[in-house]
């Protein structure tokens, strides 16, 4: 089979490869996050007090960050994290990114 391009500089319809290879991509992605000042400030205490927990010199936002996924895309239903699909999938319908209001009167 010729390698020669048509007009163009297309494949003539004899020519067009047969099949799809198909790439895996094998590097991370990166994603960034813009948070409020005060949600940083809130996972940032949370990372800080899970290090002292975990006997960790540190926890990484971005490590949290990766753990909450792996929570939510976990392959088995049964190893979920009760709750947690259905309370960031309400945040999520009402555009709720805040921390719930404390009870009790204040």
Known sequence: MS????KKGRFADEELPTAVEETI??????VTVDL????????????????LDLDLTDVALAQAARALVVE??????????PGLEERVRERLRTGNYTHTAPTGGQ
């Open 36 to 51: 409020a000042p005060g949600l940083h400030k809130a996972l940032k205490r949370w990372c800080n007090g899970a290090a």
């Open 72 to 81: 939510l895309t976990e392959p088995e239903v049964a190893n979920r994290l």
């Open 25 to 30: 991509r094998t590097t991370p992605i990166r």
């Open 3 to 6: 390698t020669r391009r048509g």
